[in-house]
Each structure stands twice: as C-alpha cells, then as structure tokens.
C-alpha cells in the first residue's frame, strides 16, 4: 500500500483478487502481491499492474532460470519498455520466449536475458522483438554465451548507424559503411527515403549473399560492420541463419504456449504446494484481523514498560488476566485493542504512584505532623 496508495475496503478487495489469481497460476497470494507492487513502482496502475503480475508469474513459472518474483518483474518490465509494447502485450512476450526455447536450442532464461540487455537498443533500429528473439537464438546457438551475444548485438547496432561503445559517433565511419556493403556485398543500408534501415534487415541481407563473398571481403566486411572483438558474434547470427528463421517463426506463432506450459507447472509438486501455501496464507489473511495484531502489540509492549517496575509475578497475573478476558469474548480485535489501551493506561498509573504518594506527603501528611 506505500506505492498504491489504498483504502483499506479497496485493500481488502485486492487482497482477495491477489489471491484467486495465485491460486488460478499456482503461486501464492503473497507472490502475486509482491510483483503487483514491483509494477505499480513502475508506473503503472494497480489494475495494470495485477495484470501483469499474473504474466510475470507464468513467467517464472515455465521458465527454468528465473527463481525470484522480483526478477520476473523486472524483465518483463524491461522488455516492455525496450519495446514500447502495451500491459495487453505482457503475455505474449512470455509466450514467445517459451514457444522458441521449446523448439530451439536456447534456454528461456538465455533469450530473457537477452531481450532485457538489449531490447533497447534493437528496437531503437526498428528490429521487432520476434526479430530480435530469432538475432540472440542465432548467436547463442554457436557462442552459448548470451551475455557475448547481447554486447555484440549492441555494438553491431550502434556501428551500423556509425556510433562507438561510447555512445558517440565516430568520425566517417557511417558513409564508409555504406560504401562497403553497396560495393562489397551489393547491400543497401539505408532506405530510398535516406533512412538507416533495421539492423534485422540489413544482416538479414548479409546472410543471404554471405556464401558468395571471399574470405577477404568477408573479413573486410564484417569487421567493419561489427569491431574486431565482436565480429565471431555477427558470424555466428549468418552462420545459423536457420535458427534466426525458425525462432522468428516460433515466436510470431506463439499464442497460448506459456498457458499451456502452466497447466504441466499446475500438476507439478510444486505448484501443488505453491497453490496449499497459498491457501494458509489466505486463511490467515481471512482469520487473523490487524486490528487484533495490533491490540496484541500494544498488549505486549505495556507489560514490557511495567513489568519492571511492578515485578515479574504481578505482571505474569494481569496478563493472565488479560488474555482469559481476551479469549473469552468473540470480538478478537476489538478486545485486544482495548484491553491493550487499558494495561497500558494502568501501566502508566503504576509508574507515577511513586510521584503520588510523594505528592500526597507534602501536601498532607507533612503539614499535620507539623501542626
């Protein structure tokens, strides 16, 4: 409620949706709470945002790397944003990543952290986020390391458009590029209107006449195209031009996968346990009030502040005491917060008797003895 802001009747209504969507996802209440929170932090509206905490746990819960509700969050916020996609979208981004990792020699952990390092960039070059999933498939299929092939897709991004890891441009470098691939490769870069085109559609073009070029112009080509350092990651996308292809495929079509994978989570030990601990936590959302938590509190902090001033017996009989007339009414809250109001007042009753009776002294018994 510190970033929603709430009613406590608007609260308690959200509790319950949070925790019919943790049992319909098979995680609990409290998951569905905490990523709603992550997303509201985020900017988005608490209706928005317990949307796609549902996305971000089906999320987590097909994937085999993501192990925290915060870090599922976090991606799909990045990935959204890198994209500009809508809160409606959240869930085919799960349903891509799924359907290519299923289908493709790439975990779904590896294509997350792909898109959320460079989704960004790529989509700043007009590269669609299927195109960007098929460019990270195709360089890990050869490199296993995505974090190597984020940082080369990056670099490659930026010379094409004549910009150093930097961030700033580099002196000639863009018309020379130009130059290049139009002689070397017959490959336009930029459109007819002047525009630097995608970075998926112009190395979608070197694939394709890759084969023809020699060696030298091949080394020529994409050196310059890529850096030295980076240039086995542009390699490896036209060597697997293939996998680019298929995950493209695999992501455009991939509508309901990461649901279907859900229901095989469902059935699993874990989503059956998930789905019980969800239930205890409900039932104690629903049995224990704050109000009574909070009389408890105030109970157990006055006999803190007397117990040292009235003994340990005399405070263990009034807490007795307090908790037989505590149990013995139905109202839990109501009478824990009075009660703890009211051990707390005769607490502080107990603490000034000392000042009292020293009062009383000087203003009573002292004159009559005097007298």
Same mark, same amino acid.
């Given at each position: 409620?510190?970033?929603? !802001?709430?009613?406590?009747?608007?609260?308690?209504?959200? =509790?319950?949706?949070?925790?019919?969507?943790?049992?319909?996802?098979? /995680?609990?209440?409290?998951?569905?709470?905490q990523a709603t929170a992550i997303f509201?932090?985020?900017?988005?509206?608490?209706?928005?945002?317990?949307?796609?905490?549902?996305?971000?746990?089906?999320?987590?819960?097909?994937?085999?790397?993501?192990?925290?509700?915060?870090?599922?969050?976090?991606?799909?916020? *990045?990935?959204?944003?890198?994209?500009?996609?809508?809160?409606?979208?959240?869930?085919s981004i799960v349903d891509m990543i799924?359907?290519?990792?299923?289908?493709?020699?790439?975990?779904?952990?590896?294509?997350?952290?792909?898109?959320?390092?460079?989704?960004?960039?790529?989509? $700043?070059?007009?590269?669609?986020?299927?195109?960007? =999933?098929?460019? =990270?498939?195709?360089?890990?299929?050869?490199? /296993?390391?995505?974090?190597?092939?984020?940082?080369?897709?990056?670099?490659?991004?930026?010379?094409? /458009?004549?910009?150093?890891?930097?961030?700033?441009?580099?002196?000639?470098?863009?018309?020379?590029?130009?130059?290049?691939?139009?002689? +070397?490769?017959? +490959?336009?870069?930029?459109?007819?209107?002047?525009?630097?085109?995608?970075?998926?559609?112009?190395?979608?073009?070197?694939?394709?006449?890759? !084969?023809?070029?020699?060696?030298?112009?091949? $080394?020529? %080509?994409?050196?310059?195209?890529?850096?030295?350092?980076?240039?086995?990651?542009?390699?490896?996308?036209?060597?697997?031009?293939?996998?680019?292809?298929?995950? +493209?495929? @695999?992501?455009?079509?991939?509508?309901?996968?990461?649901?279907?994978?859900?229901?095989?989570?469902?059935?699993?030990?874990?989503?059956?346990?998930? /789905? %019980? *601990?969800?239930?205890?936590?409900?039932?104690?959302?629903?049995?224990?009030?704050?109000?009574?938590? @909070?009389?408890?509190? !105030?109970?157990?902090?006055?006999?803190?502040q007397v117990s040292d001033k009235i003994?340990? %017996?005399?405070?263990?009989?009034?807490?007795?005491?307090?908790?037989?007339?505590?149990?013995?009414?139905?109202?839990?809250?109501?009478?824990?917060?009075?009660?703890?109001?009211?051990?707390?007042?005769?607490?502080?009753?107990?603490?000034?008797?000392?000042?009292? =009776?020293?009062?009383?002294?000087?203003?009573?018994?002292?004159?009559?003895?005097?007298?």
């Open positions: 409620n510190k970033v929603a !802001d709430l009613s406590s009747s608007q609260l308690d209504k959200f =509790i319950d949706r949070a925790f019919e969507a943790g049992e319909a996802l098979g /995680r609990t209440g409290t998951e569905v709470i509201k932090q985020a900017g988005y509206s608490v209706e928005e945002s317990l949307n796609l905490s549902k996305s971000a746990l089906v999320m987590k819960n097909v994937s085999e790397n993501i192990e925290s509700t915060a870090a599922a969050a976090s991606d799909l916020i *990045a990935v959204m944003k890198g994209f500009d996609l809508a809160v409606a979208d959240s869930m799924n359907n290519v990792s299923n289908n493709l020699p790439i975990s779904f952990g590896a294509i997350d952290e792909g898109l959320t390092r460079i989704s960004g960039t790529l989509a $700043q070059t007009g590269t669609s986020i299927q195109e960007t =999933i098929g460019l =990270i498939t195709g360089g890990f299929a050869s490199l /296993r390391n995505v974090e190597k092939v984020s940082s080369g897709l990056i670099q490659i991004s930026q010379r094409l /458009r004549g910009i150093g890891t930097d961030g700033e441009a580099i002196d000639g470098l863009a018309p020379k590029l130009q130059s290049m691939f139009k002689e +070397i490769a017959g +490959i336009d870069i930029s459109d007819t209107n002047g525009e630097l085109r995608s970075t998926f559609d112009i190395l979608s073009d070197l694939a394709k006449v890759s !084969d023809d070029l020699n060696s030298k112009e091949r $080394q020529l %080509l994409f050196q310059a195209a890529s850096g030295t350092r980076q240039v086995t990651v542009l390699n490896s996308i036209v060597q697997n031009w293939d996998d680019v292809s298929k995950a +493209i495929d @695999k992501a455009t079509n991939s509508t309901g996968s990461a649901m279907k994978e859900n229901e095989k989570f469902l059935d699993s030990i874990q989503g059956k346990t998930n /789905r %019980l *601990a969800s239930s205890f936590q409900m039932l104690a959302s629903n049995t224990i009030e704050s109000g009574a938590i @909070k009389g408890l509190i !105030d109970f157990a902090n006055a006999l803190v003994g340990p %017996l005399q405070t263990a009989l009034l807490a007795i005491t307090g908790f037989t007339t505590l149990f013995s009414n139905g109202k839990l809250a109501g009478t824990v917060a009075s009660l703890g109001k009211s051990f707390l007042n005769m607490g502080k009753t107990f603490l000034m008797l000392p000042k009292t =009776i020293k009062q009383s002294n000087e203003n009573f018994i002292a004159p009559m003895q005097a007298g």
